[in-house]
C-alpha cells in the first residue's frame, strides 16, 4: 500500500515537473567554460545535419541518470524544432552490457519510448534487478513484449554493432562519467560539471543557444 501511495505521489511528480512552465524554475547564471561545460577540440563532427544534436550518456543502473530523467524530459518535452536527441548507453565496463543491450533491443523492436522510464523506475523504485537477464525477460513479458522477438533482437549482430558504436563514441568524447551530455560537438557538460541534475537541463539549455549562435546562417 505504502510503495503504490509513493509511486502515485512520484508519478505525479514527473508529470508536473514535465508540464511546467519554464517561470518554475530559477534564473540560471551565465555558464562558463571550464566550469559548468567544457569545449571540446577539436569540435566533432554531427550526424544531424543543420539541426543541433544532443547526445546524453546514461546509464540504466545510475541513480543520478534516474534523477536527471524528469528535468531532462521535461526540456526535451519543450525542446525547439532544430534539435535533435541520441541517447547513447555508456559502457564503462562489462557488467554494464545487459542495460546497453536492453536499451538497443527495445529501439530494435520499437518499444523504447514506451518503457525507457520504466526500466528506470522498475530498477530504481522497485528494486527490480533488470540487468540480470532473466529478470529481464520475466520483466519483458509481463509487459506485454514476445519473448522470443525480444531475444532475437537482444541477441542480434545489429545490437552487437550498436554496442561497439557506444564504446566508440565513449572514446570519441572522452566520457568519463553519466549522466554527460554533448551538445552539438562542440560542448560537453555532465551532473558534476553542472552542479546537479536540475542545473544541468538548465545549462543543457544554454549551451543548446551558443551552439545555435555559433552555427552558420
Given at each position: 500500500m505504502l510503495r503504490t501511495v509513493l509511486r502515485t505521489f512520484?508519478?505525479?511528480?514527473?508529470?508536473?515537473?514535465?508540464?511546467?512552465?519554464?517561470?518554475?524554475?530559477?534564473?540560471?547564471?551565465?555558464?562558463q567554460a571550464g566550469r559548468e561545460y567544457t569545449r571540446l577540440s577539436p569540435p566533432r563532427p554531427v550526424t544531424t545535419g543543420s539541426r543541433i544534436e544532443?547526445?546524453?550518456?546514461?546509464?540504466?543502473?545510475?541513480p543520478i541518470c534516474y534523477e536527471f530523467q524528469p528535468y531532462f524530459s521535461r526540456w526535451?518535452?519543450?525542446a525547439p524544432d532544430d534539435v535533435v536527441l541520441r541517447r547513447v548507453p555508456a559502457l564503462s565496463s562489462e557488467n554494464w552490457e545487459p542495460f546497453a543491450k536492453?536499451?538497443?533491443?527495445?529501439?530494435?523492436?520499437?518499444?523504447l519510448n514506451r518503457l525507457h522510464w520504466p526500466v528506470y523506475d522498475n530498477f530504481h523504485f522497485d528494486g527490480m534487478k533488470l540487468n540480470d537477464e532473466k529478470v529481464m525477460l520475466d520483466w519483458i513479458v509481463r509487459n506485454g513484449l514476445d519473448r522470443q522477438k525480444f531475444l532475437a533482437a537482444y541477441n542480434s549482430?545489429?545490437?552487437?554493432?550498436?554496442l561497439n558504436r557506444s564504446r566508440e563514441l565513449m572514446k570519441t568524447y572522452?566520457?568519463?562519467?553519466v549522466p554527460s551530455i554533448i551538445v552539438d560537438g562542440k560542448f560537453q557538460t555532465s551532473a558534476r560539471l553542472a552542479g546537479g541534475t536540475?542545473?544541468?537541463?538548465?545549462?543543457?539549455?544554454?549551451?543548446?543557444?551558443?551552439?545555435?549562435?555559433?552555427?552558420?546562417?
Open positions: 512520484f508519478s505525479l511528480w514527473v508529470a508536473a515537473l514535465i508540464l511546467s512552465s519554464p517561470a518554475t524554475y530559477a534564473q540560471a547564471q551565465q555558464i544532443v547526445i546524453e550518456f546514461f546509464y540504466y543502473g545510475c526535451m518535452f519543450q536492453l536499451f538497443y533491443s527495445l529501439e530494435l523492436v520499437g518499444e549482430d545489429e545490437v552487437k554493432d550498436r572522452d566520457v568519463r562519467g536540475r542545473q544541468l537541463a538548465q545549462v543543457l539549455d544554454q549551451l543548446v543557444k551558443l551552439a545555435r549562435k555559433e552555427r552558420p546562417n
